[in-house]
């Protein structure tokens, strides 16, 4: 082989090396590693009796596990009960008389008023029948004082006949429409009344809203209660999500409904299933409670990894690490991003 085929072999593979180096330099760059750093955070509640008495008993203590509808504490009731027998009295009585009044007159007042009637007509008669006997004997034989006594029985005889013949009127046509209203008004104010009463007799207890974990007991037995005090803080055990950070270069590695990885300090081998369910439109600082190699005065914004944790591990509060894999495709949740149980907290 002569020299100069040599020397063309040498210089391509020098050129294929150096177009070899060149592109190894100039790819394009793998994405790193996304790494987030937050908090555990859950749904809290302080619950307060929605009236002002004495607490009587409170039944759970902290680190209890409690369930939506369970009793938490009772107040004290003992001025309650009289009232609510009193305002049942009053609505039972008035429910009497408003049924008097729809039923109308008896028959047997009916058959009074009409024998009342008969009665005055009878005297009304009688009593005009003497007085004019009296008028028609000679002026000598009756003083002019028996005749004015005769006339003015004669006058009251009649008057009353006239409220006998009303009284059978008002018989025969029975209550007034306007006094059967006012009797329906007076009911229906003494039961919104007894079902108040009632009420604050349901909210003397303290129920539990949904599945949770006391946090802490705020007041106790012989204390105050108000609607202004909490009695007790809750933890809601069903939704549980990391409050993490990703800076603004990154932002377009996240998207709602990616699947993430979510590991503690206390398991670091036993990772959790997680996705985002939150993503804030408005950047902030970096809080100082959140460890991250970026600069603190660095814009980022809040994202939210909801958490599946079956076995119940995660403690509010507790550090986390979330982290999506490079080179896995990330594959939207089939669920919602936020979960059925509530929203996620501004």
Known sequence: MSKAPRILAVIALLGAAAAGAWWYGHRPAEPAELILYGNVDLRQASLAFNGSERIAAILVEEGNVVRSGQVLAKLDTSRLQPQIDQMEATVGAQKAALDRLRNGTRPEEIAQARSNLESARADSVNAAAQYERRRALSANAVS????????????????????????????????????????????????????????????????????????????????????????????????????????????????????????????????????????????????????????????????????????????????????????????IADRAAVPASGKAEP
């Open 144 to 331: 002019q004082q028996d005749l004015d006594a005769a006339k003015a029985l004669a006058e009251v005889t009649k008057a009353k006949l006239d409220v006998a013949r009303s009284a059978l009127d008002l018989a025969l046509a029975g209550p007034r429409s306007e006094d059967i209203a006012q009797a329906e008004a007076q009911l229906r104010g003494s039961q919104a009344q007894l079902a108040l009463v009632r009420r604050q007799l349901v909210d003397a207890e303290l129920i539990a809203p949904f599945d949770a974990v006391i946090r802490s007991r705020l007041m106790e037995p012989g204390e105050m209660a108000s609607p202004s005090r909490p009695v007790l803080s809750l933890a809601m055990t069903g939704t549980k999500w990391v409050r993490t950070y990703v800076a603004e270069p990154k932002l377009g590695q996240v998207r709602s409904g990616m699947r993430m990885q979510v590991t503690t300090d206390s398991f670091p081998n036993q990772p959790l299933e997680g996705w985002i369910g939150f993503i804030s439109p408005v950047a902030e600082f970096t809080p100082k409670t959140v460890q991250t190699e970026d600069l603190r005065t660095s814009l980022v914004y809040e994202m939210r990894v909801f958490v599946e944790d079956p076995q119940d591990r995660l403690r509010l509060g507790m550090p986390a690490t979330v982290r999506l894999l490079p080179g896995a495709e990330a594959a």
